[in-house]
């Protein structure tokens, strides 16, 4: 967390690289990933990358993508 991205590009494959992480046994790993993936979205401005992280987070999470409202 104290890396700090010198362009998007890095941020993206950072996160694409530490994701199948998110598949590990051990909690505090996927956690751990979950809060670094989080960090480096803020550094990308591809909407279709972060799109794309955001999906493989929603399963650690235990929710369905895409969240619909009826609203």
Known sequence: M?????N???AEIIAERIAPR???ANSSVVLT???VILYLTN???K?????SLCRKLSPPLG???P???DS
């Open 8 to 10: 998007p590009g890095d």
């Open 33 to 35: 990933t979950m809060k």
């Open 47 to 51: 909407e279709e990358d972060v799109s």
């Open 43 to 45: 550094y990308m401005v």
């Open 63 to 65: 929710i369905n993508y």
């Open 2 to 6: 104290n890396f700090t991205p010198q």
């Open 22 to 24: 998110l598949q590990h």
């Open 67 to 69: 969240l619909h409202t």
